[in-house]
């Protein structure tokens, strides 16, 4: 990776620089030494391969930051040498996907209790209505299956909803290792 710097001096002189680092860290540190004697950085560019990117001279405060750096990769590499439970991950994924069906069991059943509430207030209208009594059993034989439907429906999502909910208990109570050693 080459750095090209350009920066003003305390003789208000230009000056460009070129050089070669492995470490991207390390180019910084320089850049920060830089500034910290007091010259002014006009521009900075990183060159790898074909590739050039400009860093933002703000950047640069005149810090030193490998010390930062190398510790954050430190403690990266630390993390990622941990082995990932990949059973834990997909048991926590199955207890959000519980939860997020319970949710919908709720609403499904708020929406048919909802349905049925309004169709037995319809029925209730029809009774007390002007209409015809052929007319009134036509709609309430319709309106009663209509009920039955949904009521068969509600019963239905009620059932779903407390199987969902004995299958989050059940998530919620394996312990991991219990999962592991299925495996």
């Known amino acids: 990776m080459v750095l090209s710097l ?8 230009y000056r460009d620089f070129c050089w070669w680092f492995e470490r991207l860290e ?19 560019k990183v060159i790898d391969n074909e590739h050039s990117v400009s860093l933002p001279i703000e950047a640069f405060d005149g810090i030193p930051c490998s010390r930062i ?7 990266w590499k630390q993390v990622l040498i941990q082995p990932v439970n990949l059973r834990s991950l997909s048991h926590q994924r199955l207890i959000a996907l519980t939860r997020e069906q319970i949710k919908s069991q709720h609403t499904r059943i708020a929406q048919l209790t909802a349905a049925i509430e309004q ?8 009774l007390s209505s002007t209409f015809t ?4 059993m036509n709609v309430l034989s319709r309106t009663q299956m209509s009920v039955q439907m949904y009521q068969q429906h509600l019963a239905n999502a009620q059932d779903r909803l407390r199987e969902l909910l004995k299958r989050l ?3 919620q109570s394996q312990p991991v290792n ?3 050693s299925e495996s």
């Open 26 to 44: 390390t180019t910084f540190d320089v850049i920060n030494s830089i500034s910290s004697r007091g010259d002014q950085i006009i521009s900075v």
């Open 119 to 126: 169709l037995e207030l319809w029925r209730q209208d029809v």
């Open 178 to 180: 219990h999962l592991l």
């Open 169 to 171: 208990l059940t998530l």
């Open 133 to 136: 009594e052929t007319h009134q």
């Open 69 to 75: 750096v190398r510790q954050l990769e430190d403690e």
């Open 6 to 13: 350009t920066t003003i001096d305390n003789r208000n002189e």
